[in-house]
C-alpha cells in the first residue's frame, strides 16, 4: 500500500552528530535530542542511528516538528538490550552515525484534509504523532489512542486535545475517569468509530494486526489504514 508523503526527502547520506541533551520521561522512555545534520524530513519520517564502528544500528522515528532545529528521538530503554543499553551509557557531546530520512508514514493532509483521523499508538510509537502534532499544529478532526502498560507512560496527555490513554496493566492503581483500563483494541470496540476516518497505527505488531483486523471487520476501507511497526 502506497502512503502519501507531505514532501520529499533528500537522498540518505551518513553523517555524524552530536548529542546535545537526554531526558528521561520515564523510568524506562529517553528523550534523546541531537544535532539535525542539514536535512529536511516530512513528519512521520525515521531516521537510522548506530554508534562508531559497530555493526549494529536501529530506526527511530522522529519525535521533533518539521521546523525544529534540532531532532528529537523517543526511545525505550530495554532492560539488557545490548543496543539502547549503550545508548543509555552515552554522554551529551557523544558522537552518533546517522542516516535518514527514510520512509512514507506521513499525513495526506490534501486527500484527507476533512476526514476523521485517528492515530493509534503503543508506547514509544506515539513519536510520529507528535510529531504530526508539532507540525500541523490546527488538525481539525483528529483522535489520539495511546496504549502503555502503566499510568506512567501517559507522558503526553498534555499536548493533544483529544486523548485517550489505555493503560493495559492497572496494578492496584487509583482509577481514573480519563483513563481507559484495557487494551487499545478494547477501548476501540467500546466507542463508535468513525468508518469514514483514516487511520494510522503506530507501536508493536501485536497491536497493529488486532486493530487493523478490527477496523476491516466494521467496514474500514483498508486503504485508508496506515501502518508503521515497531520491533
Request: with cysteine; glycine share 6%; net charge neutral.
Amino acid at each position: 500500500m502506497a502512503l502519501i508523503q507531505t514532501k520529499p526527502s533528500l537522498e540518505a547520506k551518513n553523517k555524524t552528530v552530536k548529542i546535545l541533551d537526554k531526558k528521561f520521561l520515564s523510568d524506562t522512555v529517553l528523550l534523546l535530542t541531537i544535532e539535525n545534520p542539514g536535512i529536511t524530513f516530512a513528519s512521520g519520517q525515521h531516521i537510522i542511528i548506530s554508534f562508531k564502528d559497530q555493526i549494529y544500528d536501529r530506526e527511530y522515528s522522529i519525535f521533533s516538528g518539521e521546523d525544529e532545529d534540532t531532532i528529537q528521538l523517543l526511545i525505550k530503554i530495554v532492560k539488557d538490550g545490548y543496543f539502547t543499553s549503550v545508548l543509555n551509557k552515552c554522554n551529551i557531546g557523544d558522537l552518533l552515525n546517522f542516516r535518514g530520512p527514510h520512509g512514507n508514514f506521513c499525513l495526506d493532509i490534501i486527500n484527507n484534509e476533512k476526514k476523521k483521523h485517528y492515530l493509534i499508538a503503543t508506547g514509544t510509537g506515539i513519536a510520529p504523532f507528535v510529531s504530526f502534532k508539532k507540525t500541523y499544529k490546527n488538525l481539525i478532526d483528529f483522535e489520539v489512542l495511546h496504549g502503555v502498560r502503566k499510568n506512567d507512560g501517559a507522558t503526553f496527555q498534555n499536548l493533544f486535545e483529544n486523548y485517550k490513554v489505555c493503560v493495559s496493566q492497572n496494578d492496584g492503581q487509583k482509577e481514573n475517569v480519563n483513563i481507559f483500563y484495557g487494551r487499545v483494541t478494547n477501548y476501540l470496540k467500546s466507542i463508535k468509530v468513525d468508518k469514514n476516518g483514516v487511520f494510522y497505527l503506530c507501536g508493536n505488531f501485536d497491536m497493529i494486526y488486532e486493530v487493523e483486523n478490527y477496523l476491516v471487520n466494521v467496514g474500514v476501507n483498508p486503504n485508508s489504514i496506515f501502518k508503521e511497526v515497531y520491533f
